[in-house]
């Protein structure tokens, strides 16, 4: 009997794990602009340029009151005086916040701590990481801010009368020396590391906390309670550093730098209870800041995306 020349069937070829180029790996999202920061804290702080200039007022004089502060200021100068010192405004926002809030994403970055889920010890570690770099980088630009903003309160004769923040710059070196653009960088930086610790980091984290909630979406609504809720801890964290910053800052002359002496002739004339000086006009002026901080940032971000999504990647 002969054997049959039948074939034996074909094995099926074994599926590919290509993947369908419409179902691939979603394309990883371009970080935000590092200068949004920066432009969002300009913004914010341009606005309440009139409470931040009492605040330093308060902090640097022997006025009592808020409103005794700005109605000394109105009589003085006029409704111009509440603005007396801005250009020092945008130079230590475009400097000091933009370099704060760059430096944040980047520590977050090196942290691991970019997710919703993140722990809050890795976000104040990433705030204070931040706040240290910008500490250094701004204080020139703090320096020259609290000067102008302070002048006023001064009597004619003790005045600097800088005409604006470039001419501050320039004849503090020429007339103090270089070290005088380091004047309380100590208490400045210190100052910088509770205040990013504290407002950025809790902004992240009560952000998050309202968001896991039934309550919240990303919307406004949620930023402004999350940035409600940073600035009071951030305005009761950094008041101490704030007053001796504002007070070394506004000194001049041999031996007025020293943080040391600053607490101790504090102490003595004004009690403990000086670091809280200017408690009130500091929230009043931190929170509506630090509200119109995030809720312009949120909203350049989303502007951001909306540019993006039309195809438009310049930014």
């Known amino acids: 009997m002969s054997k049959s020349n039948v074939n034996p069937p074909l094995t099926p070829p074994a599926p590919t794990s290509q993947v369908p180029s419409s179902v691939a790996a979603p394309k990883k999202k371009k970080p935000y602009p590092f200068w949004l920061g920066g432009v969002a804290a300009t913004i914010a702080a341009s606005i309440t340029h009139p409470l931040d200039l009492t605040k330093v007022r308060l902090q640097a004089s022997g006025d009592k009151r ?6 000394k200021t109105v ?13 020092g405004t945008w130079m230590r926002q475009m400097s000091y916040s933009m370099c704060r809030f760059w430096a944040y994403e980047e520590s977050k970055k090196l942290l691991d701590a970019t997710s919703p889920s993140a722990p809050a010890w890795k976000l104040g570690l990433a705030g204070s990481m931040a706040g240290g770099i910008a ?23 003790k005045r600097f009368n800088y005409k604006h923040c470039f001419d501050a710059l320039f004849r503090m070196v020429r007339e ?9 960088v100590g208490p400045n930086v210190f ?19 309202l968001l896991a909630t039934p ?9 402004f309670t999350a940035s409600f809720a940073a600035g009071t801890v951030a305005t009761t964290v950094c008041s101490p550093a704030d007053v001796l910053k504002s007070r070394i800052m506004n000194a001049s002359g041999p031996g007025s730098s020293s943080t040391i002496a600053t607490i101790r002739t504090a102490l003595a004339n004004e009690g403990a209870l000086f670091v809280f ?28 995306d909306w540019t993006r999504g039309k195809g438009w990647e310049a930014l």
């Open 176 to 184: 103090e020396g270089p070290s005088s653009l380091a004047r309380g």
């Open 75 to 87: 009589r003085t100068a006029g409704v111009r005086g509440l603005f007396d010192g801005i250009s």
């Open 191 to 209: 100052r910088a590391v509770l205040m990013n610790a504290s407002q950025l980091a809790s902004y992240d984290f009560f952000k998050a906390t």
């Open 66 to 71: 808020m409103l005794d502060s700005l109605q």
């Open 135 to 157: 500490g250094l980088v701004g204080n020139p630009g703090e320096i020259v801010m609290v000067r102008l903003q302070g002048d006023f309160a001064k009597p004619p004769e």
């Open 277 to 304: 000086k200017g408690w009130v006009p500091a929230w009043m002026r931190l929170q509506p800041t630090t509200i119109l901080i995030f809720l312009t940032l949120e909203q350049l971000k989303r502007g951001v």
């Open 215 to 223: 309550y919240f979406d990303d919307n406004i609504y949620c930023h």
